[in-house]
């Protein structure tokens, strides 16, 4: 019974099934009966507000690694990127600790500064992690984890399935060491002389461009330079060598 000028609310509960996403209006009217007469009163239907339902906000994460080979003390970058297939929003999403298998001497040098972040629903966030290989490190790591949050619409958490990167392989720097012969040891006046530089990269990561610095002349000057070196530079891979060659 709703006195003159008064007001009367009447609640109804609906859950949406699983898998609902679209837009959903309701319409309805009352009716009852005045007071004093007995006539029936009642109002045309209403439309309610449109509610949106969304599919809950669902995190996918995945880790990259780059560059994927490093040498000893070198700076990685893994950047774990955390996707929200959902269309409702994620808030406060976290990563988790990054897990490390296999070299265990790698140092974390700086985290993620953009912690605690709302992903919209179809969005992703990048978290960045650098670490530095230790000196004389050599062989494989690998780094996993994951990421949650809470779904905006229910507050409901939310959490990723772990994700692996791929392998990073960490070698021993590039080492150069190099000899120097010629041939033949013993010449007339006029005659040619080869020289040949042999460079060895005793290390297991390539040496790029590699090229001999000017040779320098003892005792006899009056040498001239008909040719070389060649090559000018080469790449020369772990535990590989060169040769340069000057006439």
Not at 101 to 119: A, E, K, Y
Not at 193 to 201: A, D, L, P, Y
């Amino acid at each position: 019974t709703i006195p003159g000028g008064g007001r009367q609310d009447f609640a109804w509960i609906y859950a949406s099934a699983q898998g609902d996403a679209g837009n959903v209006m309701f319409s309805g009217n009352a009716s009852g009966r005045d007071h004093n007469t007995g006539n029936s009163v009642s109002f045309n239907a209403v439309d309610s507000n449109v509610v949106v339902i969304q599919t809950p906000a669902n995190l996918t994460a995945t880790i990259l690694v780059s560059p994927a080979q490093i040498s000893d003390g070198q700076d990685v970058t893994v950047v774990m990127t955390v996707n929200n297939s959902g269309q409702a929003a994620a808030n406060a999403v976290l990563p988790s600790a990054v897990n490390i298998t296999g070299l265990q001497t790698m140092r974390l040098s700086s985290s993620p500064t953009n912690v605690d972040v709302d992903i919209p629903g179809g969005g992703s966030q990048d978290f960045e992690w650098i670490y530095t290989s230790a000196e004389g490190d050599t062989g494989n790591a690998m780094f996993s984890g994951n990421a949650f949050g809470k779904d905006h619409n229910t507050g409901k958490k939310v959490l990723s399935a772990p994700a692996d990167s791929s392998v990073l392989t960490v070698r021993t720097s590039a080492n150069l060491t190099g000899v120097i012969t010629v041939s033949p040891e013993q010449i007339s006046e006029g005659q040619e002389i080869k020289v040949v530089m042999t460079v060895t990269n005793e290390g297991q990561s390539t040496a790029d461009a590699v090229m001999p610095i000017e040779l320098t002349l003892i005792d006899a000057q009056g040498l001239s330079l008909s040719s070389g070196p060649t090559p000018g530079n080469a790449n020369i891979s772990g535990g590989g060598s060169q040769d340069f060659t000057w006439t």
